[in-house]
């Protein structure tokens, strides 16, 4: 009994050339296809470019007609904050040369795209020089919360002040009126 012959898994065109995507330029139908997809993969990286950091990720293209963009988001919180965003990334896409009247939201709860982290806080501690810029503040305030506010901040921030040990020792809070 003969062998069957050997199966081919991959395509390869005259150039030597077995990648997918030239096997999809070959028919007309993938062509078409394998166009949209990069047209989608151009549209994405422009809006993206657009967007700040912690909402690139959350939205992918869906489809383009009638110079109206739909983009399928992944959360309502995400489609909020773009609704806010829509003017300056359609005027940001019609000066790079897209035209689109319109940026429409589909919110898909399972989109499945990454789960985005949220920036780390940058936070540096008070060096002297910022504690003496507090103190001289404090010095020209009238009393009140903003005042209240910056002595809480010194006494936090002093390097120099011991800790209570006595209810004695502890400052008072300032106290506040209540209206009634």
């Known amino acids: 009994m003969a062998a069957p012959p050997p199966r081919r898994t991959r395509s ?3 150039t030597g050339s077995t990648h ?17 997809a990069q047209m989608h993969l151009k549209l994405r990286s422009a809006v993206v470019q657009r967007l700040p950091i ?7 293209v869906v ?7 739909t983009l399928m988001v992944s959360s309502a919180a995400f489609a909020a904050k773009f609704r806010q965003l829509a003017p300056t ?13 319109e940026i429409k939201l589909k919110v898909q709860g399972g989109l499945g795209l990454p789960e ?19 103190d001289d503040l404090s010095k020209q305030l009238r009393p ?12 936090h921030h002093r390097d120099d002040v011991k800790p209570a040990s006595t209810p004695a020792e502890t ?8 209206h009634k």
């Open 12 to 14: 390869t065109s005259k």
């Open 20 to 36: 997918l995507i030239g096997w999809l330029g070959h028919d007309s139908q993938s062509a078409n296809v394998l166009a949209t």
């Open 89 to 101: 990334v359609t005027a940001g896409l019609k000066a790079t040369g897209w035209n689109f009247s």
């Open 116 to 134: 985005v982290a949220k920036p780390l806080r940058e936070a540096r501690t008070l060096d002297q020089e910022d504690l003496k810029a507090f």
């Open 144 to 155: 009140g919360p903003l005042a209240d506010a910056v002595s809480k901040l010194l006494r």
């Open 171 to 178: 400052p008072l809070a300032p106290q506040t009126e209540k």
């Open 54 to 60: 912690s909402m690139r990720n959350a939205f992918e």
């Open 63 to 69: 489809k383009i007609e009638n110079h109206v963009l």
